[in-house]
């Protein structure tokens, strides 16, 4: 088992900038790569961003390519996301999950999944 928590949603205005956490604890001997998903209020849950198990390769959603970038810390076993240029159209709970598949951008090929963040943006 993987136990993913994630941190650093809020509310914050339009052009902001925020960077989400996700920490990963248990079983992460095994190679995991990483992605973030959101879901926004009667949406569907989307791919956002990935990076894969030994934090070299990423992958964006085309429409977020730009303003969002994906990292990681093998060290602290965490994944980030640092969201800039932030519009109310990001308003969505977000998602860290770890997935032992190579198609990160597909969000059934996941194991494990976080309880979520929510970000708000809204002047």
């Known amino acids: 088992q993987v136990q993913l928590l994630e941190s650093g949603g809020g509310l914050v205005q339009p052009g902001d900038s925020l960077r989400l956490s996700c920490a990963a604890s248990g079983r992460t001997s095994s190679n995991y790569g990483m992605g973030w998903f959101r879901q926004a209020a009667g949406k569907e849950r989307e791919f956002v961003a990935a990076?894969?198990?030994?934090?070299?390769?990423?992958y964006y959603a085309d429409s977020l390519k730009g303003r969002f970038t994906i990292s990681g810390d093998s060290a602290k076993i965490t994944v980030y996301l640092q969201m800039s240029s932030l519009k109310p159209e990001d308003t969505a709970v977000y998602y860290c999950a770890a997935s032992t598949s190579w198609r990160l951008m597909n969000p059934r090929e996941y194991d494990y999944w976080g309880q979520g963040t929510q970000v708000t943006v809204s002047s």
């Open positions: 990076i894969d198990w030994n934090y070299r390769s990423t």
